[in-house]
Protein backbone atom coordinates (compact mmCIF):
# COMPACT_ATOMS: atom_id res chain seq x y z
CA UNK A 1 0.00 0.00 0.00
CA UNK A 2 1.01 3.87 -0.78
CA UNK A 3 -0.17 7.38 -0.89
CA UNK A 4 0.97 9.54 -3.33
CA UNK A 5 0.39 12.83 -3.06
CA UNK A 6 -0.05 15.84 -5.33
CA UNK A 7 -1.25 19.12 -6.24
CA UNK A 8 -0.81 18.92 -10.12
CA UNK A 9 -4.19 18.96 -11.87
CA UNK A 10 -2.32 17.47 -14.91
CA UNK A 11 -0.43 14.40 -12.84
CA UNK A 12 -1.53 10.89 -12.75
CA UNK A 13 -2.05 10.60 -9.56
CA UNK A 14 -5.00 13.46 -9.82
CA UNK A 15 -6.29 11.83 -12.75
CA UNK A 16 -6.59 8.46 -10.54
CA UNK A 17 -7.84 10.62 -7.49
CA UNK A 18 -10.29 11.78 -10.18
CA UNK A 19 -11.17 8.30 -11.69
CA UNK A 20 -12.13 7.51 -7.92
CA UNK A 21 -14.31 10.62 -7.62
CA UNK A 22 -16.37 9.92 -10.73
CA UNK A 23 -17.19 6.47 -10.02
CA UNK A 24 -18.73 7.42 -6.43
CA UNK A 25 -19.98 10.78 -6.53
CA UNK A 26 -21.22 11.19 -10.25
CA UNK A 27 -22.52 7.71 -11.13
CA UNK A 28 -23.11 6.03 -7.78
CA UNK A 29 -24.65 9.40 -5.69
CA UNK A 30 -25.73 11.28 -8.59
CA UNK A 31 -23.50 14.17 -8.10
CA UNK A 32 -23.64 16.26 -11.21
CA UNK A 33 -20.32 16.41 -12.20
CA UNK A 34 -20.37 20.09 -12.52
CA UNK A 35 -20.32 20.55 -8.87
CA UNK A 36 -18.17 17.29 -8.31
CA UNK A 37 -14.81 19.35 -10.25
CA UNK A 38 -15.07 22.97 -9.09
CA UNK A 39 -12.98 25.69 -8.85
CA UNK A 40 -10.64 24.74 -6.02
CA UNK A 41 -8.98 21.51 -7.96
CA UNK A 42 -5.85 23.32 -8.38
CA UNK A 43 -5.79 25.06 -4.72
CA UNK A 44 -5.93 21.52 -3.38
CA UNK A 45 -3.70 18.31 -2.43
CA UNK A 46 -5.50 16.00 -3.60
CA UNK A 47 -3.96 12.41 -2.30
CA UNK A 48 -4.73 8.46 -3.57
CA UNK A 49 -4.04 5.56 -1.72
CA UNK A 50 -3.06 2.96 -4.24
CA UNK A 51 -3.10 -1.13 -3.26
CA UNK A 52 -0.08 -1.55 -5.79
CA UNK A 53 1.30 0.17 -8.69
CA UNK A 54 -2.00 0.34 -10.46
CA UNK A 55 -5.01 -0.07 -8.26
CA UNK A 56 -6.26 3.26 -6.75
CA UNK A 57 -8.89 2.44 -4.15
CA UNK A 58 -9.28 5.57 -2.17
CA UNK A 59 -9.13 9.26 -2.53
CA UNK A 60 -9.48 12.83 -0.93
CA UNK A 61 -7.99 16.32 -1.01
CA UNK A 62 -7.51 19.02 1.55
CA UNK A 63 -7.96 22.74 0.93
CA UNK A 64 -5.98 24.79 2.74
CA UNK A 65 -7.50 27.91 4.21
CA UNK A 66 -6.11 31.55 3.34
CA UNK A 67 -4.13 31.96 6.79
CA UNK A 68 -2.58 28.35 6.71
CA UNK A 69 -4.12 27.12 10.32
CA UNK A 70 -7.30 25.40 9.14
CA UNK A 71 -7.62 22.89 6.21
CA UNK A 72 -10.82 21.33 4.50
CA UNK A 73 -10.93 17.53 3.93
CA UNK A 74 -13.10 16.95 0.92
CA UNK A 75 -14.33 14.58 -1.69
CA UNK A 76 -13.44 11.40 0.45
CA UNK A 77 -14.09 8.37 -1.56
CA UNK A 78 -13.42 5.08 -1.51
CA UNK A 79 -14.52 2.42 -4.71
CA UNK A 80 -17.69 -0.07 -3.50
CA UNK A 81 -15.41 -3.21 -3.58
CA UNK A 82 -12.84 -1.94 -1.15
CA UNK A 83 -15.19 -0.05 1.97
CA UNK A 84 -15.12 -1.66 4.77
CA UNK A 85 -11.40 -2.85 4.44
CA UNK A 86 -10.01 0.66 6.61
CA UNK A 87 -8.66 2.16 3.37
CA UNK A 88 -10.47 5.64 3.86
CA UNK A 89 -9.65 5.53 7.69
CA UNK A 90 -5.48 4.89 7.03
CA UNK A 91 -5.96 7.77 4.15
CA UNK A 92 -7.49 10.18 6.67
CA UNK A 93 -4.72 9.52 9.71
CA UNK A 94 -2.32 9.77 7.27
CA UNK A 95 -3.68 13.16 5.82
CA UNK A 96 -4.06 14.24 9.55
CA UNK A 97 -0.64 13.61 10.30
CA UNK A 98 0.31 15.43 6.81
CA UNK A 99 -1.70 18.70 8.72
CA UNK A 100 0.01 18.61 11.61
CA UNK A 101 3.66 18.25 10.15
CA UNK A 102 2.16 21.19 8.16
CA UNK A 103 1.29 22.84 11.45
CA UNK A 104 -1.76 23.31 10.63
CA UNK A 105 -4.28 24.12 13.92
CA UNK A 106 -7.74 22.48 12.49
CA UNK A 107 -9.10 20.06 9.92
CA UNK A 108 -12.70 19.96 8.90
CA UNK A 109 -15.32 18.50 6.84
CA UNK A 110 -18.24 18.17 5.54
CA UNK A 111 -19.82 14.41 6.19
CA UNK A 112 -22.49 12.96 4.67
CA UNK A 113 -25.05 12.27 7.32
CA UNK A 114 -24.16 8.25 6.88
CA UNK A 115 -20.44 9.00 7.64
CA UNK A 116 -20.71 10.80 11.07
CA UNK A 117 -20.15 7.13 13.23
CA UNK A 118 -17.19 7.23 11.11
CA UNK A 119 -15.71 10.45 11.48
CA UNK A 120 -15.95 10.50 14.86
CA UNK A 121 -13.84 7.61 15.50
CA UNK A 122 -11.34 9.54 13.82
CA UNK A 123 -11.24 12.19 16.67
CA UNK A 124 -14.21 14.57 14.85
CA UNK A 125 -16.77 16.06 16.31
CA UNK A 126 -20.42 17.62 15.02
CA UNK A 127 -21.39 21.50 14.81
CA UNK A 128 -23.73 23.43 13.10
CA UNK A 129 -26.97 22.79 11.58
CA UNK A 130 -27.20 19.65 8.73
CA UNK A 131 -27.00 21.49 5.35
CA UNK A 132 -27.98 20.45 1.92
CA UNK A 133 -24.43 19.51 -0.50
CA UNK A 134 -25.49 18.72 -4.02
CA UNK A 135 -28.68 16.99 -3.20
CA UNK A 136 -27.32 15.32 -0.07
CA UNK A 137 -27.69 15.82 3.30
CA UNK A 138 -24.50 16.69 5.39
CA UNK A 139 -22.73 18.00 8.69
CA UNK A 140 -19.88 19.67 9.22
CA UNK A 141 -17.07 18.49 11.85
CA UNK A 142 -14.24 19.03 13.00
CA UNK A 143 -10.76 18.15 14.31
CA UNK A 144 -8.04 20.10 16.65
CA UNK A 145 -4.67 19.26 15.54
CA UNK A 146 -2.62 18.37 18.27
CA UNK A 147 0.85 19.68 17.53
CA UNK A 148 3.69 17.22 18.97
CA UNK A 149 6.28 19.17 21.49
CA UNK A 150 9.85 18.99 20.68
Known sequence: ???????????????QALKIRN???VKEQNVPCSLEIDENEAY????????????AVATLRILPSDNGKQALIQRVATLKAYR???YA???????????KAQEFETAELHAQLHAIAFYE?????????????AGIRHIAMKKRLEQKAN
Open 1 to 15: MEIKQTRDTLSSVYV
Open 23 to 25: TVF
Open 44 to 55: CVHFVLFLDDET
Open 84 to 86: GEG
Open 89 to 99: SQLIVFVLNFL
Open 121 to 133: KLGFEAFGEEFLD
